[in-house]
Every structure is written in structure tokens, then in C-alpha cells.
Nanobody, 125 residues
Framework: QVQLVESGGGLVQAGGSLRLSCAAS????????MGWIRQAPGKEHEFVAA????????YYADSVKGRFTISRDNAKNTIYLQMNSLKPEDTALYYCAARYGTLVVPTIPNQYNYWGQGTQVTVSS
């Protein structure tokens, strides 16, 4: 049974930083592309960042490029999202997601097979 457990969310002032973590279990982690998806109140799911199994392929939404960094540690079955220069519009529930396969790194939320429960990020102005 695949489980993805996010942590690291919280309340931060604009301009601050947070580091999200996602611990995966029940899967062969290195065979999965991983991503972060967010959902703000009243809005649809939005792609944030993704990383291939080798960690050399990374993709970002334009809205976070240059501020967020995705990384993974295959030995720990964990991915991270370092978020710097946070803005109020980054406020959302952040989900970790996984997709089986090493050829495709999804940048569309519904292309992911598994999702975590989410961790809340709130950025105050």
C-alpha cells in the first residue's frame, strides 16, 4: 500500500521560508517520478514542481521558478520542497504526489497515481 506523508507546513510571514518533506512507503521509490501540487481555497489543483527518478530532471511552475527548489533522497524515500521568498499567493494545501515510471515527469496534476493528505502552508502579508 503506497503511502505519502507530507510535513513541514505552517504559518510564515511574506518573504520567509519553509521546507516541506514527503516520506514515501510501499513503493519502489526510485521507480517513481515525484511532484508537489497545491490547492488554494476555491481554486483547482495547481502543479508546483516535479522531479524525475534521477533527480537531474526538475520542472517548476512559472509562478515559483527561482523561489522553490525540489529535491529527492532515494536512500530515504523522501522528497523535499524548499520554498523561499514566500508570498501570500503561495498560501495553499500542498500535496506530495507520485507517478510510476522513469520516462515521464508529470506537470499536470491528474497524471499522478498517488497523493498524500497534504500539508497547509499559510503566508501572511
Amino acid at each position: 500500500q503506497v503511502q505519502l506523508v507530507e510535513s513541514g507546513g505552517g504559518l510564515v510571514q511574506a518573504g520567509g521560508s519553509l521546507r516541506l518533506s514527503c516520506a514515501a512507503s510501499g513503493l519502489t521509490f526510485s521507480s517513481y517520478a515525484m511532484g508537489w501540487i497545491r490547492q488554494a481555497p476555491g481554486k483547482e489543483h495547481e502543479f508546483v514542481a516535479a522531479i524525475g527518478w534521477r533527480a537531474t530532471n526538475t520542472y517548476y511552475a512559472d509562478s515559483v521558478k527561482g523561489r522553490f527548489t525540489i529535491s529527492r533522497d532515494n536512500a530515504k524515500n523522501t522528497i523535499y520542497l524548499q520554498m523561499n521568498s514566500l508570498k501570500p499567493e503561495d498560501t495553499a494545501l500542498y500535496y506530495c504526489a507520485a507517478r510510476y515510471g522513469t520516462l515521464v515527469v508529470p506537470t499536470i496534476p491528474n497524471q499522478y497515481n498517488y497523493w498524500g493528505q497534504g500539508t497547509q502552508v499559510t503566508v501572511s502579508s
